[in-house]
Protein backbone atom coordinates (compact mmCIF):
# COMPACT_ATOMS: atom_id res chain seq x y z
CA UNK A 1 0.00 0.00 0.00
CA UNK A 2 1.49 3.10 -1.30
CA UNK A 3 1.78 6.28 1.52
CA UNK A 4 -0.39 8.65 0.66
CA UNK A 5 1.68 12.35 1.45
CA UNK A 6 -1.69 14.32 0.51
CA UNK A 7 -5.51 14.04 1.03
CA UNK A 8 -8.36 16.16 0.38
CA UNK A 9 -11.92 15.39 2.19
CA UNK A 10 -14.58 16.74 1.26
CA UNK A 11 -13.35 20.03 -0.25
CA UNK A 12 -16.03 22.57 -1.41
CA UNK A 13 -15.27 26.19 -3.03
CA UNK A 14 -18.00 28.51 -3.32
CA UNK A 15 -17.20 32.12 -5.34
CA UNK A 16 -20.64 33.84 -3.74
CA UNK A 17 -23.51 31.23 -4.42
CA UNK A 18 -21.70 30.01 -7.35
CA UNK A 19 -20.33 26.47 -6.30
CA UNK A 20 -16.76 25.90 -8.27
CA UNK A 21 -16.09 22.28 -6.38
CA UNK A 22 -18.71 20.03 -4.71
CA UNK A 23 -17.53 17.69 -2.30
CA UNK A 24 -14.62 16.93 -3.19
CA UNK A 25 -11.89 13.79 -2.16
CA UNK A 26 -8.95 12.75 -3.53
CA UNK A 27 -5.54 11.02 -2.46
CA UNK A 28 -2.15 11.84 -3.79
CA UNK A 29 0.42 8.79 -3.62
CA UNK A 30 4.02 9.12 -2.96
CA UNK A 31 5.86 8.84 -6.83
CA UNK A 32 2.78 9.01 -8.60
CA UNK A 33 2.42 11.60 -11.48
CA UNK A 34 -1.06 12.70 -11.26
CA UNK A 35 -3.46 14.97 -13.93
CA UNK A 36 -6.41 16.81 -12.63
CA UNK A 37 -8.03 17.40 -16.25
CA UNK A 38 -11.49 18.91 -17.28
CA UNK A 39 -12.95 21.75 -19.33
CA UNK A 40 -12.45 25.23 -19.63
CA UNK A 41 -13.81 26.61 -16.36
CA UNK A 42 -14.19 23.15 -14.43
CA UNK A 43 -12.40 23.96 -11.43
CA UNK A 44 -9.08 21.96 -12.17
CA UNK A 45 -6.79 25.01 -11.51
CA UNK A 46 -8.66 25.80 -8.55
CA UNK A 47 -8.51 22.58 -7.04
CA UNK A 48 -4.70 22.48 -8.02
CA UNK A 49 -4.27 25.96 -5.86
CA UNK A 50 -6.23 24.52 -2.98
CA UNK A 51 -4.11 21.46 -2.47
CA UNK A 52 -0.84 23.54 -3.12
CA UNK A 53 -2.11 25.84 0.12
CA UNK A 54 -2.28 29.30 -2.17
CA UNK A 55 -5.91 28.89 -2.08
CA UNK A 56 -8.51 28.35 0.96
CA UNK A 57 -11.47 25.96 0.55
CA UNK A 58 -14.99 27.14 1.69
CA UNK A 59 -15.01 23.93 3.68
CA UNK A 60 -13.16 20.46 3.84
CA UNK A 61 -10.19 19.69 4.70
CA UNK A 62 -6.70 18.56 3.89
CA UNK A 63 -3.80 16.11 4.96
CA UNK A 64 -0.32 16.89 3.83
CA UNK A 65 2.36 14.95 5.18
CA UNK A 66 0.13 13.75 7.30
CA UNK A 67 -0.59 16.97 8.62
CA UNK A 68 -4.27 18.58 8.79
CA UNK A 69 -2.83 21.72 7.28
CA UNK A 70 -6.04 23.78 7.10
CA UNK A 71 -6.37 23.82 10.86
CA UNK A 72 -3.28 25.64 11.35
CA UNK A 73 -1.39 29.65 11.09
CA UNK A 74 0.06 30.34 7.85
CA UNK A 75 3.28 30.80 9.85
CA UNK A 76 3.19 26.86 10.83
CA UNK A 77 2.85 25.75 7.21
CA UNK A 78 5.41 27.41 6.02
CA UNK A 79 7.93 24.11 6.69
CA UNK A 80 5.32 22.45 4.30
CA UNK A 81 5.11 24.66 1.76
CA UNK A 82 9.02 24.41 1.23
CA UNK A 83 8.73 20.59 0.71
CA UNK A 84 6.33 21.39 -2.16
CA UNK A 85 6.98 23.06 -5.45
CA UNK A 86 4.97 25.06 -7.96
CA UNK A 87 5.11 25.90 -11.41
CA UNK A 88 2.85 28.65 -12.20
CA UNK A 89 0.96 28.61 -15.81
CA UNK A 90 3.13 31.61 -16.91
CA UNK A 91 5.96 30.98 -14.54
CA UNK A 92 5.72 33.95 -12.19
CA UNK A 93 9.40 34.67 -12.46
CA UNK A 94 10.92 37.34 -10.53
CA UNK A 95 11.05 39.94 -13.12
CA UNK A 96 13.93 41.72 -11.73
CA UNK A 97 16.11 38.59 -10.52
CA UNK A 98 17.77 37.09 -13.54
CA UNK A 99 17.28 33.19 -14.04
CA UNK A 100 19.81 31.97 -11.96
CA UNK A 101 18.93 34.76 -9.43
CA UNK A 102 15.37 33.38 -9.55
CA UNK A 103 16.02 29.63 -9.07
CA UNK A 104 19.25 30.55 -6.37
CA UNK A 105 16.18 32.52 -4.29
CA UNK A 106 14.91 29.25 -2.47
CA UNK A 107 18.27 28.29 -1.52
CA UNK A 108 19.31 31.52 0.09
CA UNK A 109 15.97 31.89 1.94
CA UNK A 110 16.27 28.62 3.52
CA UNK A 111 19.62 27.46 3.80
CA UNK A 112 23.03 28.89 4.79
CA UNK A 113 25.02 27.01 2.28
CA UNK A 114 27.85 29.36 1.00
CA UNK A 115 26.66 31.31 -2.39
CA UNK A 116 29.19 29.65 -4.27
CA UNK A 117 27.76 26.14 -3.75
CA UNK A 118 24.10 27.70 -3.98
CA UNK A 119 25.06 29.17 -7.83
CA UNK A 120 26.96 25.56 -8.84
CA UNK A 121 23.63 24.28 -7.19
CA UNK A 122 21.16 26.22 -9.15
CA UNK A 123 22.99 26.03 -12.71
CA UNK A 124 22.45 22.32 -11.53
CA UNK A 125 19.15 22.74 -11.65
CA UNK A 126 18.64 25.07 -14.45
CA UNK A 127 20.40 21.89 -16.70
CA UNK A 128 17.65 19.11 -15.12
CA UNK A 129 15.16 21.31 -16.69
CA UNK A 130 16.88 21.48 -19.76
CA UNK A 131 18.36 24.76 -19.90
CA UNK A 132 21.33 25.92 -21.79
CA UNK A 133 23.85 27.29 -19.10
CA UNK A 134 23.86 30.85 -20.90
CA UNK A 135 20.05 31.37 -20.14
CA UNK A 136 21.59 31.70 -16.25
CA UNK A 137 22.15 35.22 -16.92
CA UNK A 138 19.10 36.53 -18.65
CA UNK A 139 16.05 37.99 -17.15
CA UNK A 140 12.62 36.68 -17.19
CA UNK A 141 11.65 39.27 -20.35
CA UNK A 142 14.04 37.74 -22.31
CA UNK A 143 13.07 34.50 -22.25
CA UNK A 144 10.79 32.56 -24.92
CA UNK A 145 7.45 31.12 -23.47
CA UNK A 146 8.92 27.69 -23.10
CA UNK A 147 12.51 28.61 -21.58
CA UNK A 148 10.34 30.81 -19.35
CA UNK A 149 8.51 27.37 -18.25
CA UNK A 150 11.83 25.36 -17.83
CA UNK A 151 13.01 28.24 -15.52
CA UNK A 152 10.21 27.99 -13.32
CA UNK A 153 10.46 24.41 -13.03
CA UNK A 154 13.98 24.97 -12.23
CA UNK A 155 12.77 27.32 -9.62
CA UNK A 156 10.15 24.44 -8.48
CA UNK A 157 12.68 22.09 -7.66
CA UNK A 158 15.71 24.15 -6.31
CA UNK A 159 14.90 23.07 -2.69
CA UNK A 160 14.16 19.22 -4.10
CA UNK A 161 10.81 18.88 -3.27
CA UNK A 162 8.67 16.28 -2.67
CA UNK A 163 5.86 17.10 -4.78
CA UNK A 164 5.70 18.99 -7.71
CA UNK A 165 2.91 21.06 -8.77
CA UNK A 166 2.38 22.15 -12.45
CA UNK A 167 -0.26 24.48 -13.41
CA UNK A 168 -0.56 23.70 -17.40
CA UNK A 169 3.17 22.90 -18.39
CA UNK A 170 2.43 21.99 -22.10
CA UNK A 171 -0.42 25.42 -22.72
CA UNK A 172 1.58 27.89 -25.16
CA UNK A 173 4.28 25.72 -25.96
CA UNK A 174 4.39 24.29 -29.63
CA UNK A 175 4.07 20.53 -29.67
CA UNK A 176 7.90 19.83 -29.55
CA UNK A 177 8.57 22.13 -26.62
CA UNK A 178 5.16 20.58 -25.07
CA UNK A 179 6.75 17.05 -25.96
CA UNK A 180 9.89 18.17 -24.14
CA UNK A 181 8.20 19.76 -21.14
CA UNK A 182 6.40 15.58 -20.89
CA UNK A 183 10.13 14.41 -20.97
CA UNK A 184 11.28 16.99 -18.10
CA UNK A 185 8.40 15.74 -15.89
CA UNK A 186 9.32 12.27 -16.96
CA UNK A 187 12.76 12.39 -16.31
CA UNK A 188 12.04 14.46 -12.78
CA UNK A 189 10.22 11.81 -11.54
CA UNK A 190 12.73 9.16 -12.21
CA UNK A 191 15.92 11.17 -11.24
CA UNK A 192 14.59 13.14 -8.00
CA UNK A 193 11.75 10.67 -7.55
CA UNK A 194 9.40 13.73 -7.15
CA UNK A 195 5.08 12.88 -6.65
CA UNK A 196 4.09 15.52 -9.22
CA UNK A 197 0.33 16.89 -9.57
CA UNK A 198 -0.34 18.24 -13.55
CA UNK A 199 -3.19 20.53 -14.37
CA UNK A 200 -3.30 19.54 -18.04
CA UNK A 201 -6.16 19.68 -21.25
CA UNK A 202 -2.89 18.30 -23.67
CA UNK A 203 -4.35 14.62 -24.51
CA UNK A 204 -0.26 13.59 -25.50
CA UNK A 205 0.73 14.74 -21.82
CA UNK A 206 -2.29 12.77 -20.33
CA UNK A 207 -1.46 9.62 -22.46
CA UNK A 208 2.49 10.29 -22.20
CA UNK A 209 3.25 10.84 -18.54
CA UNK A 210 -0.29 10.81 -16.27
CA UNK A 211 -0.36 7.42 -14.04
CA UNK A 212 -3.69 8.12 -12.73
CA UNK A 213 -6.29 10.80 -13.40
CA UNK A 214 -8.83 13.06 -11.74
CA UNK A 215 -11.44 13.61 -14.41
CA UNK A 216 -13.59 16.66 -12.53
CA UNK A 217 -16.83 18.18 -14.20
CA UNK A 218 -20.04 20.06 -12.87
CA UNK A 219 -17.88 20.68 -10.22
CA UNK A 220 -17.53 16.91 -8.86
CA UNK A 221 -15.28 13.82 -9.61
CA UNK A 222 -16.72 12.22 -12.40
CA UNK A 223 -14.03 9.59 -13.61
CA UNK A 224 -10.95 8.58 -11.25
CA UNK A 225 -8.01 6.26 -12.11
CA UNK A 226 -5.96 5.13 -15.14
CA UNK A 227 -6.44 6.69 -18.40
CA UNK A 228 -7.64 3.46 -19.68
CA UNK A 229 -10.54 2.93 -16.61
CA UNK A 230 -11.45 6.64 -16.97
CA UNK A 231 -12.03 5.92 -21.06
CA UNK A 232 -14.30 2.99 -19.50
CA UNK A 233 -15.67 4.58 -17.08
CA UNK A 234 -18.58 5.20 -19.38
CA UNK A 235 -19.68 8.36 -17.44
CA UNK A 236 -20.99 10.91 -20.11
CA UNK A 237 -18.52 13.49 -19.41
CA UNK A 238 -15.45 11.37 -20.10
CA UNK A 239 -17.34 10.29 -22.97
CA UNK A 240 -17.24 13.74 -23.98
CA UNK A 241 -13.95 14.72 -22.75
CA UNK A 242 -11.86 11.97 -24.06
CA UNK A 243 -14.19 10.68 -27.25
CA UNK A 244 -14.10 14.06 -28.64
CA UNK A 245 -12.55 14.53 -32.08
CA UNK A 246 -9.20 15.64 -30.52
CA UNK A 247 -9.18 12.81 -27.77
CA UNK A 248 -10.20 10.13 -30.59
CA UNK A 249 -7.31 10.83 -33.13
CA UNK A 250 -4.95 11.08 -30.25
CA UNK A 251 -5.63 7.90 -28.35
CA UNK A 252 -5.92 6.05 -32.35
CA UNK A 253 -1.97 7.07 -32.93
CA UNK A 254 -1.52 5.64 -28.88
CA UNK A 255 -3.26 2.21 -29.86
CA UNK A 256 -1.21 1.54 -32.99
CA UNK B 1 28.43 -6.53 9.17
CA UNK B 2 29.77 -6.38 12.61
CA UNK B 3 32.38 -4.24 11.26
CA UNK B 4 30.36 -2.00 9.79
CA UNK B 5 28.57 -1.48 12.57
CA UNK B 6 31.19 -0.64 15.31
CA UNK B 7 32.74 1.83 12.75
CA UNK B 8 29.17 3.38 12.81
CA UNK B 9 28.66 3.57 16.13
CA UNK B 10 32.22 4.82 16.44
CA UNK B 11 31.46 7.42 13.80
CA UNK B 12 28.72 8.29 15.75
CA UNK B 13 30.27 8.84 19.93
CA UNK B 14 33.32 10.05 18.35
CA UNK B 15 32.31 13.82 16.68
CA UNK B 16 29.28 15.09 14.61
CA UNK B 17 29.43 18.66 13.50
CA UNK B 18 25.01 18.74 14.95
CA UNK B 19 23.79 15.63 16.80
CA UNK B 20 22.06 14.47 13.47
CA UNK B 21 24.07 15.58 10.07
CA UNK B 22 27.60 15.24 9.96
CA UNK B 23 30.81 13.00 9.10
CA UNK B 24 33.69 11.88 10.55
CA UNK B 25 37.38 10.70 9.51
CA UNK B 26 39.31 7.59 11.34
CA UNK B 27 41.79 6.71 9.30
CA UNK B 28 41.03 6.21 5.90
CA UNK B 29 37.26 6.25 6.19
CA UNK B 30 35.05 9.08 6.18
CA UNK B 31 31.74 8.38 7.54
CA UNK B 32 28.56 10.26 6.63
CA UNK B 33 25.82 10.56 9.21
CA UNK B 34 22.45 11.79 9.72
CA UNK B 35 20.30 14.27 7.26
CA UNK B 36 21.77 15.45 4.43
CA UNK B 37 19.46 17.82 3.07
CA UNK B 38 20.27 21.66 1.95
CA UNK B 39 18.98 22.81 5.38
CA UNK B 40 21.18 20.53 7.32
CA UNK B 41 24.27 21.18 5.32
CA UNK B 42 26.22 24.21 6.33
CA UNK B 43 28.46 22.62 8.98
CA UNK B 44 29.04 19.77 6.89
CA UNK B 45 29.75 22.27 4.18
CA UNK B 46 32.84 24.43 6.15
CA UNK B 47 34.15 20.97 7.51
CA UNK B 48 34.50 19.27 4.06
CA UNK B 49 36.58 22.46 3.05
CA UNK B 50 38.77 22.62 5.84
CA UNK B 51 39.55 19.13 7.37
CA UNK B 52 42.70 17.55 6.43
CA UNK B 53 42.35 14.29 4.07
CA UNK B 54 44.02 10.67 4.09
CA UNK B 55 46.99 11.16 1.89
CA UNK B 56 46.39 7.69 0.61
CA UNK B 57 42.87 6.72 0.54
CA UNK B 58 39.60 7.63 1.43
CA UNK B 59 36.30 5.73 1.68
CA UNK B 60 33.18 7.33 2.01
CA UNK B 61 30.83 5.72 4.54
CA UNK B 62 27.18 6.55 3.14
CA UNK B 63 25.92 3.71 5.40
CA UNK B 64 24.84 6.51 8.00
CA UNK B 65 22.90 9.05 5.66
CA UNK B 66 19.30 8.85 6.40
CA UNK B 67 18.08 10.95 3.84
CA UNK B 68 19.92 12.83 0.61
CA UNK B 69 19.53 15.41 -1.57
CA UNK B 70 20.97 16.86 -4.65
CA UNK B 71 23.27 19.72 -2.42
CA UNK B 72 23.94 17.01 -0.17
CA UNK B 73 25.13 14.52 -3.31
CA UNK B 74 26.45 17.65 -4.96
CA UNK B 75 28.59 18.50 -1.87
CA UNK B 76 30.43 14.40 -2.00
CA UNK B 77 31.05 14.50 -5.75
CA UNK B 78 33.10 18.09 -5.34
CA UNK B 79 34.74 17.12 -2.63
CA UNK B 80 35.60 13.16 -4.30
CA UNK B 81 36.25 15.38 -7.39
CA UNK B 82 38.89 17.90 -5.51
CA UNK B 83 40.79 15.62 -3.83
CA UNK B 84 41.21 13.04 -6.67
CA UNK B 85 44.99 13.70 -6.94
CA UNK B 86 45.66 10.30 -8.29
CA UNK B 87 47.68 9.12 -5.90
CA UNK B 88 44.83 8.70 -3.75
CA UNK B 89 42.20 5.82 -3.31
CA UNK B 90 39.26 6.92 -3.95
CA UNK B 91 35.71 4.60 -2.96
CA UNK B 92 32.46 5.38 -1.82
CA UNK B 93 30.50 2.50 0.30
CA UNK B 94 27.22 1.35 1.43
CA UNK B 95 25.32 3.07 -1.47
CA UNK B 96 21.86 2.72 -1.52
CA UNK B 97 19.92 2.72 -4.71
CA UNK B 98 18.43 6.39 -4.02
CA UNK B 99 21.64 7.94 -3.09
CA UNK B 100 23.01 5.94 -6.02
CA UNK B 101 20.90 7.73 -8.42
CA UNK B 102 21.35 11.27 -7.05
CA UNK B 103 24.92 10.88 -7.29
CA UNK B 104 24.73 9.49 -10.76
CA UNK B 105 22.74 12.17 -11.59
CA UNK B 106 24.76 14.92 -10.07
CA UNK B 107 27.83 13.61 -12.38
CA UNK B 108 26.02 13.36 -15.23
CA UNK B 109 25.09 17.24 -15.25
CA UNK B 110 28.47 17.97 -13.47
CA UNK B 111 29.62 19.23 -17.04
CA UNK B 112 26.87 22.38 -16.73
CA UNK B 113 28.07 23.25 -13.39
CA UNK B 114 30.29 25.55 -13.77
CA UNK B 115 31.02 29.40 -13.18
CA UNK B 116 27.96 30.97 -13.76
CA UNK B 117 28.00 33.97 -16.92
CA UNK B 118 27.65 37.00 -15.38
CA UNK B 119 24.55 39.13 -17.06
CA UNK B 120 26.41 42.09 -18.53
CA UNK B 121 26.32 46.01 -16.70
CA UNK B 122 27.48 48.25 -19.31
CA UNK B 123 30.37 50.95 -17.40
CA UNK B 124 30.05 54.88 -16.44
CA UNK B 125 30.69 55.92 -20.02
CA UNK B 126 28.39 53.42 -21.84
CA UNK B 127 25.56 53.89 -19.11
CA UNK B 128 25.69 57.43 -19.90
CA UNK B 129 25.17 57.10 -23.50
CA UNK B 130 22.73 54.64 -23.29
CA UNK B 131 20.85 57.36 -21.02
CA UNK B 132 20.95 60.12 -23.32
CA UNK B 133 20.12 58.75 -26.56
CA UNK B 134 17.26 57.20 -24.84
CA UNK B 135 15.86 60.99 -23.64
CA UNK B 136 16.55 62.03 -27.26
CA UNK B 137 14.78 59.27 -29.05
CA UNK B 138 12.29 60.09 -26.15
CA UNK B 139 11.64 63.24 -27.18
CA UNK B 140 11.37 62.68 -30.67
CA UNK B 141 8.78 60.39 -30.00
CA UNK B 142 6.78 62.91 -27.81
CA UNK B 143 7.19 65.22 -30.72
CA UNK B 144 5.99 62.71 -32.98
CA UNK B 145 2.96 61.65 -30.70
CA UNK B 146 1.93 65.68 -30.12
CA UNK B 147 2.03 65.85 -34.09
CA UNK B 148 0.00 62.39 -34.49
CA UNK B 149 -2.22 64.02 -31.97
CA UNK B 150 -2.49 67.52 -34.17
CA UNK B 151 -3.55 65.74 -37.06
CA UNK B 152 -6.53 63.61 -35.90
CA UNK B 153 -7.50 66.94 -33.56
CA UNK B 154 -7.71 69.18 -37.09
CA UNK B 155 -9.63 66.26 -38.53
CA UNK B 156 -12.16 66.85 -35.55
CA UNK B 157 -12.76 70.17 -36.64
CA UNK B 158 -14.09 69.20 -39.49
CA UNK B 159 -15.95 66.28 -38.43
CA UNK B 160 -16.95 67.19 -34.71
CA UNK B 161 -19.56 64.68 -34.48
CA UNK B 162 -16.97 62.01 -34.59
CA UNK B 163 -15.87 62.73 -31.51
CA UNK B 164 -16.88 59.91 -28.63
CA UNK B 165 -19.29 62.54 -26.55
CA UNK B 166 -19.87 59.45 -24.23
CA UNK B 167 -16.60 58.84 -23.77
CA UNK B 168 -16.07 62.68 -22.94
CA UNK B 169 -19.00 62.79 -20.42
CA UNK B 170 -17.74 59.66 -18.37
CA UNK B 171 -13.90 61.21 -18.26
CA UNK B 172 -15.58 64.43 -17.34
CA UNK B 173 -17.39 62.68 -14.55
CA UNK B 174 -14.42 60.83 -13.17
CA UNK B 175 -11.60 63.80 -13.53
CA UNK B 176 -13.48 66.80 -13.07
CA UNK B 177 -17.15 65.62 -10.40
CA UNK B 178 -14.96 63.23 -8.56
CA UNK B 179 -12.17 65.30 -8.02
CA UNK B 180 -13.85 68.01 -6.31
CA UNK B 181 -13.96 66.68 -2.58
CA UNK B 182 -10.26 66.85 -2.68
CA UNK B 183 -9.42 69.86 -4.66
CA UNK B 184 -11.84 71.83 -2.32
CA UNK B 185 -10.70 70.48 1.02
CA UNK B 186 -6.97 71.18 -0.16
CA UNK B 187 -7.47 74.48 -1.59
CA UNK B 188 -9.78 75.55 1.61
CA UNK B 189 -6.58 74.25 3.53
CA UNK B 190 -4.22 76.37 1.71
CA UNK B 191 -6.65 79.60 1.94
CA UNK B 192 -6.31 79.26 5.48
CA UNK B 193 -2.55 78.70 5.57
CA UNK B 194 -2.38 81.85 3.17
CA UNK B 195 -4.14 84.01 5.23
CA UNK B 196 -2.52 82.91 8.62
CA UNK B 197 0.92 83.25 7.27
CA UNK B 198 0.02 86.62 5.49
CA UNK B 199 -2.01 87.65 8.55
CA UNK B 200 1.26 87.36 11.16
CA UNK B 201 3.01 89.91 8.90
CA UNK B 202 -0.04 92.43 8.42
CA UNK B 203 -1.28 92.35 11.94
CA UNK B 204 2.43 93.67 13.23
CA UNK B 205 1.54 96.71 10.72
CA UNK B 206 -2.19 97.31 11.45
CA UNK B 207 -2.87 96.74 7.88
CA UNK B 208 -5.63 93.24 8.67
CA UNK B 209 -7.16 94.51 5.81
CA UNK B 210 -5.26 93.71 2.94
CA UNK B 211 -5.22 89.89 3.62
CA UNK B 212 -7.71 90.00 1.30
CA UNK B 213 -5.73 91.17 -0.75
CA UNK B 214 -2.86 88.29 -0.53
CA UNK B 215 -4.96 85.50 -0.15
CA UNK B 216 -7.28 86.71 -3.45
CA UNK B 217 -4.29 87.84 -5.36
CA UNK B 218 -1.87 84.30 -4.74
CA UNK B 219 -4.82 81.80 -4.90
CA UNK B 220 -6.42 83.12 -7.76
CA UNK B 221 -3.52 84.27 -9.76
CA UNK B 222 -1.17 81.17 -8.80
CA UNK B 223 -2.09 78.61 -6.02
CA UNK B 224 -5.61 77.64 -7.04
CA UNK B 225 -4.63 76.97 -10.58
CA UNK B 226 -1.03 75.08 -9.56
CA UNK B 227 -3.01 73.08 -7.03
CA UNK B 228 -5.36 71.41 -8.95
CA UNK B 229 -2.88 70.71 -11.73
CA UNK B 230 -0.62 68.84 -9.48
CA UNK B 231 -4.00 66.91 -7.59
CA UNK B 232 -5.09 66.61 -11.17
CA UNK B 233 -1.54 65.30 -12.92
CA UNK B 234 -1.27 62.79 -9.63
CA UNK B 235 -4.86 61.48 -9.89
CA UNK B 236 -5.90 61.62 -13.27
CA UNK B 237 -2.66 61.70 -15.09
CA UNK B 238 -1.79 58.69 -13.68
CA UNK B 239 -4.77 56.90 -14.38
CA UNK B 240 -4.38 57.81 -17.94
CA UNK B 241 -1.04 55.96 -17.72
CA UNK B 242 -2.05 53.64 -16.13
CA UNK B 243 -5.44 52.46 -18.09
CA UNK B 244 -3.50 52.58 -21.82
CA UNK B 245 -0.33 50.77 -20.15
CA UNK B 246 -2.47 48.02 -18.78
CA UNK B 247 -4.11 47.98 -22.67
CA UNK B 248 -0.85 47.83 -24.06
CA UNK B 249 0.50 44.70 -21.91
CA UNK B 250 -2.91 43.01 -22.56
CA UNK B 251 -2.87 43.69 -26.44
CA UNK B 252 -5.83 45.71 -26.23
CA UNK B 253 -4.43 48.38 -28.01
CA UNK B 254 -2.99 46.47 -31.20
CA UNK B 255 -7.05 45.09 -30.66
CA UNK B 256 -8.24 48.97 -31.52
CA UNK B 257 -5.53 48.84 -34.34
CA UNK B 258 -6.76 45.77 -36.03
CA UNK B 259 -10.53 46.38 -36.12
CA UNK B 260 -9.33 49.37 -37.60
CA UNK B 261 -9.49 52.12 -34.91
CA UNK B 262 -7.15 55.08 -34.33
CA UNK B 263 -6.12 54.23 -30.66
CA UNK B 264 -5.44 58.42 -30.36
CA UNK B 265 -8.91 58.82 -31.90
CA UNK B 266 -10.80 56.86 -29.17
CA UNK B 267 -8.59 56.52 -25.76
CA UNK B 268 -6.75 59.51 -26.06
CA UNK B 269 -8.83 62.49 -27.58
CA UNK B 270 -11.91 61.79 -25.71
CA UNK B 271 -9.56 62.59 -22.60
CA UNK B 272 -8.12 65.98 -23.47
CA UNK B 273 -11.33 67.11 -24.43
CA UNK B 274 -12.74 66.15 -21.32
CA UNK B 275 -9.49 67.60 -19.40
CA UNK B 276 -9.48 70.76 -20.74
CA UNK B 277 -12.97 70.98 -20.04
CA UNK B 278 -12.77 69.90 -16.67
CA UNK B 279 -9.23 71.70 -15.23
CA UNK B 280 -10.41 75.36 -15.94
CA UNK B 281 -13.82 74.43 -13.54
CA UNK B 282 -11.97 72.60 -11.37
CA UNK B 283 -9.62 75.70 -11.36
CA UNK B 284 -12.76 77.86 -10.30
CA UNK B 285 -14.26 75.75 -7.66
CA UNK B 286 -10.29 75.94 -5.86
CA UNK B 287 -10.63 79.39 -6.18
CA UNK B 288 -13.91 79.70 -4.51
CA UNK B 289 -12.73 77.46 -1.57
CA UNK B 290 -9.60 79.20 -1.35
CA UNK B 291 -10.57 82.43 -0.89
CA UNK B 292 -13.27 81.09 1.61
CA UNK B 293 -10.88 79.60 3.61
CA UNK B 294 -8.81 82.65 3.36
CA UNK B 295 -11.87 84.61 4.79
CA UNK B 296 -12.72 82.31 8.05
CA UNK B 297 -9.22 82.16 8.85
CA UNK B 298 -9.14 86.14 8.49
CA UNK B 299 -12.40 86.75 10.30
CA UNK B 300 -11.02 84.30 13.12
CA UNK B 301 -7.61 85.41 13.40
CA UNK B 302 -7.44 89.43 12.34
CA UNK B 303 -11.81 90.09 13.33
CA UNK B 304 -11.87 91.01 9.95
CA UNK B 305 -15.79 90.03 9.03
CA UNK B 306 -16.73 88.27 5.69
CA UNK B 307 -18.47 91.65 4.63
CA UNK B 308 -15.52 93.77 4.67
CA UNK B 309 -13.18 90.42 3.43
CA UNK B 310 -15.38 90.47 0.14
CA UNK B 311 -15.33 94.30 -0.32
CA UNK B 312 -11.95 94.48 -0.30
CA UNK B 313 -11.89 91.37 -2.12
CA UNK B 314 -13.70 92.89 -4.87
CA UNK B 315 -10.96 96.26 -5.19
CA UNK B 316 -8.16 94.11 -5.11
CA UNK B 317 -9.03 91.95 -7.82
CA UNK B 318 -8.89 92.81 -11.54
CA UNK B 319 -10.46 90.76 -14.14
CA UNK B 320 -7.21 90.03 -15.46
CA UNK B 321 -5.97 88.34 -12.65
CA UNK B 322 -8.94 86.14 -12.69
CA UNK B 323 -8.37 85.18 -15.90
CA UNK B 324 -4.61 84.89 -16.37
CA UNK B 325 -5.02 82.31 -13.48
CA UNK B 326 -8.42 80.62 -15.08
CA UNK B 327 -6.18 80.75 -18.43
CA UNK B 328 -3.64 78.62 -17.46
CA UNK B 329 -5.81 75.80 -16.61
CA UNK B 330 -6.19 74.17 -19.69
CA UNK B 331 -2.80 74.55 -21.02
CA UNK B 332 -2.02 72.50 -17.85
CA UNK B 333 -4.56 70.24 -18.72
CA UNK B 334 -3.25 69.38 -21.97
CA UNK B 335 0.03 68.71 -20.54
CA UNK B 336 -1.13 66.03 -18.03
CA UNK B 337 -3.30 64.19 -20.70
CA UNK B 338 -0.67 64.46 -23.37
CA UNK B 339 1.97 63.56 -21.29
CA UNK B 340 -0.26 60.63 -19.03
CA UNK B 341 -1.44 59.27 -22.59
CA UNK B 342 2.08 59.36 -23.86
CA UNK B 343 3.42 57.00 -21.41
CA UNK B 344 1.12 54.84 -20.74
CA UNK B 345 1.42 54.20 -24.73
CA UNK B 346 5.22 53.87 -23.82
CA UNK B 347 4.75 50.71 -22.11
CA UNK B 348 5.89 47.63 -23.21
CA UNK B 349 6.15 44.06 -22.02
CA UNK B 350 5.45 43.13 -18.53
CA UNK B 351 3.06 45.08 -15.93
CA UNK B 352 6.19 45.96 -14.17
CA UNK B 353 6.52 48.23 -16.60
CA UNK B 354 2.72 49.88 -16.05
CA UNK B 355 4.38 51.00 -12.80
CA UNK B 356 7.13 52.22 -14.04
CA UNK B 357 5.12 54.64 -16.98
CA UNK B 358 3.07 55.51 -14.53
CA UNK B 359 5.31 56.96 -11.68
CA UNK B 360 7.43 58.89 -14.86
CA UNK B 361 4.00 60.23 -16.30
CA UNK B 362 3.31 61.85 -12.87
CA UNK B 363 7.06 63.11 -12.04
CA UNK B 364 6.92 64.49 -15.86
CA UNK B 365 3.52 65.74 -16.05
CA UNK B 366 3.91 67.63 -12.29
CA UNK B 367 7.62 69.08 -13.83
CA UNK B 368 6.32 70.53 -16.64
CA UNK B 369 3.54 72.33 -15.56
CA UNK B 370 5.42 73.98 -12.66
CA UNK B 371 8.09 74.99 -15.62
CA UNK B 372 5.04 76.46 -17.93
CA UNK B 373 3.73 77.93 -14.74
CA UNK B 374 6.96 80.14 -14.39
CA UNK B 375 7.24 81.17 -17.94
CA UNK B 376 3.79 81.98 -17.59
CA UNK B 377 4.78 84.14 -14.86
CA UNK B 378 7.82 85.79 -16.68
CA UNK B 379 5.69 86.56 -19.84
CA UNK B 380 2.66 88.15 -17.68
CA UNK B 381 5.21 90.12 -15.92
CA UNK B 382 6.57 91.54 -19.13
CA UNK B 383 3.27 91.87 -20.31
CA UNK B 384 2.27 94.02 -17.14
CA UNK B 385 -0.65 91.90 -16.37
Known amino acids: MAEHILQAHDLVMKFGRKCVLDRISMQLERGEILAIVGGSGSGKSTLMRQLALLQTPTSGSIELFGERVLEMSEFRTLPLRRRMGVMFQNGALFGDLTVLENISMPLREHTSISLETIEQIAMLKLALAGLEPEAAALFPSQLSGGMRKRAAVARGIAMDPEILFLDEPGSGLDPVSADAMDDLVLHLKRTLGLTVVLVTHDMDSLWRVADRIVLLADTRIAAEGTLQEVLESGHAAAHKFFHGRRGRVVGATYDQ | ?385
Request: proline content about 3%; charged content about 15%.
Open chain 2, 1 to 385: MPGRCQNMEQARSQRQVNSRTGFAIEGSRATCVGNWQAQELHDVEKLMSQVKWPADAVEFDLGGITSLDTVGAWLLFRTIREIDDGNRQLSVLNVNEQHQKLLDLVEDRSESIRKPPKPYVPGVLESIGRHTSSQFLQYFEFLNFIGKLAIVFSKLFLRPWRLRWGLVVKELQSAGVNALPIVGLLAFLIGIVIAYQGGIVLRDYGANIYVADIVGLSMVRELAPLITAIIVAGRTGSAYTAQIGTMMVTEEVDALRSIGVAPLEILVLPKLVALVIALPLLTVFADAMGLFGGMIMASSMLDLNSSTFINRLTEAMTMNSYLSGIGKAPVFAAIIAVVGCFQGFRVYGSAESVGRQTTISVVESIFLVIIVDAAFSVAFSKLGI
